[in-house]
């Protein structure tokens, strides 16, 4: 089962972009992940946090050895 949070999101207006932290939780292990989406200050939120889980998500599918492991 997994499971996403994200957390602490900021917008970064020198790149035009919200930048976050998201949690996945895989079974016992917690992965955290560096995320940004570009787009304007006024953007919808559903939409912001769709792309941000999208893409935490395919950056959690690659090899284990690049995870980092929360404890």
């Not at 949690?23 to 912001?48: N, T």
């Not at 935490?56 to 050895?65: G, L, N, Q």
Request: glycine letters at 4%; a negative charge.
């Amino acid at each position: 089962m997994m499971s996403v949070e994200i957390k602490d999101i900021w917008y970064n207006p020198a790149n035009s972009a919200f930048e976050g932290r998201i949690d996945i939780q895989r079974g016992d292990q917690s992965f955290r992940y560096p995320c940004a989406v570009e787009g304007p200050i006024d953007m919808p939120h559903a939409e912001l946090r769709r792309q941000m889980e999208s893409q935490a998500k395919r950056m959690s599918d690659t090899p284990p050895s690049v995870f980092s492991y929360l404890q």
